[in-house]
């Protein structure tokens, strides 16, 4: 019993073990929980999972595990309502979809409190009312070219300007196995090595030097071993369009906390606002305030955020233009007191470069940084560590 769940976790690099399965299999026994599938995946993460680093491995560990359970299953009787609501969206032309207008920042608000107020049930394909399909700036799943997204998932044209809904967001894995180690070799162009500490380190020319002074009698000399000394503090963007990228970032992750001795890094979504994170699972809970982080670390840290720089406009030059939260600030007035602080920063992009020009929010964060923003390649990092060494 369970044995394929188990072959499937030790594939995926999970430390399991044969205890911690028999420790499973005597708590089902026992009926310790409901036969139901969320009971049984928080009670195997709690018999087979024993360092919280490794929660985000066993979430996708378990759900691929239960696609293939899944897929072998025999397909339900009943239609689902998704293919019902699929139907009600509307096929708009481009010509139809450039005739929707934009309401604007105070309008769009406005409208959203007054279809609060106003609407009683559910409404689908319509042009006003809070639904999915159609046109309405207000719902999901609609061709609305600026609107609020809410109860449900994204058409895919980007144009939510608030997002009304709890989204889970998981950590970068750090721990990714390079497939080339040419990220690893431009960060390396940023280290800066000094000798500190005790005495540790055979220093071989001056040895064989002072060695033959001596008449051959073996003089040694030790030098302090060398140490990197750059210090980094990296932001990165997660969640949303950063979905799209989470392996290439990973790993620049990955590359970055080999290369630097030094490296702090928080998380933010979309832009940086009043407080950042370290932990995305507890991100509503353990919050750090940007002013003490910019507090904590002085002017010689190397600043690097990592992000694709997409969003709506108002989320960086707009008060309370947050999707998630309202913001006191804009983005824009912390952007700036960010690199005001720290004077060496670049801007890494996973985004493709030939695609920025058609992103406006792009342009206004590349106006805000001084053109500071390279894309994740090898070309671009290079550019980047360049700018950060000087």
Request: hydrophobic content about 40%.
């Amino acid at each position: 019993m369970l044995i394929d769940f188990f072959l499937h976790l030790r594939a995926a690099r999970l430390p399991v073990s044969i205890n911690e399965l028999l420790t499973l299999l005597e708590a089902l026994q026992n009926d310790v929980i409901h036969p139901s599938l969320e009971e049984f995946y928080f009670l195997a993460r709690t018999c087979l999972i024993k360092d919280e680093t490794r929660f985000d491995r066993y979430d996708q560990a378990f759900s691929e595990y239960l696609r293939g359970v899944t897929a072998g299953m025999p397909a339900p009787s009943q239609i689902p309502a998704e293919w019902f609501l699929q139907n009600l969206r509307r096929s708009l032309s481009a010509a139809d979809v450039e005739r929707l207008q934009k309401l604007g920042w105070g309008r769009l608000i406005e409208e959203w409190r007054k279809r609060l107020q106003e609407q009683d049930g559910p409404h689908h394909g319509g042009n006003r009312w809070i639904g999915s399909g159609g046109t309405s700036p207000f719902g999901h799943g609609g061709a609305h070219p600026e609107g609020i997204r809410v109860g449900g998932p994204s058409r895919g044209n980007r144009g939510a300007v608030r997002v009304w809904d709890m989204r889970a967001y998981r950590d970068y894995d750090d721990q990714v196995e390079l497939g080339t180690r040419n990220i690893q070799l431009a960060l390396r162009r940023l280290r800066r090595f000094a000798r500190d500490g005790t005495e540790l380190e055979l220093d071989l020319p001056d040895t064989i030097s002072s060695t033959a002074r001596n008449a051959g009698h073996l003089d040694l000399k030790l030098v302090p071993q060398r140490h990197n000394r750059v210090k980094v503090l990296m932001l990165l963007d997660v969640g949303g369009t950063m979905d799209e990228h989470i392996r290439r970032v990973e790993e620049l992750f990955s590359a970055a906390r080999a290369q630097f001795q030094h490296l702090h890094f928080f998380y933010f979504h979309n832009c940086v606002y009043d407080n950042l994170w370290r932990n995305n699972r507890r991100r509503f809970g353990e919050r750090f305030e940007t002013r003490d982080i910019m507090r904590r670390y002085n002017r010689d840290y190397k600043l690097v955020f990592v992000g694709d720089a997409t969003m709506s406009p108002y989320e960086i030059l707009q008060e309370r233009g947050s999707v998630e939260y309202d913001n006191p600030e804009s983005g824009a007035v912390w952007l700036q007191r960010l690199t005001a602080h720290f004077p060496q920063f670049a801007w890494i992009n996973p985004e493709p470069e030939a695609l920025w020009p058609y992103r406006q929010s792009i342009a206004i964060i590349r106006q805000i940084l001084g053109a500071r923003m390279y894309p994740l390649t090898l070309e671009g990092l290079t550019r980047a560590m360049r700018v950060l060494a000087r």
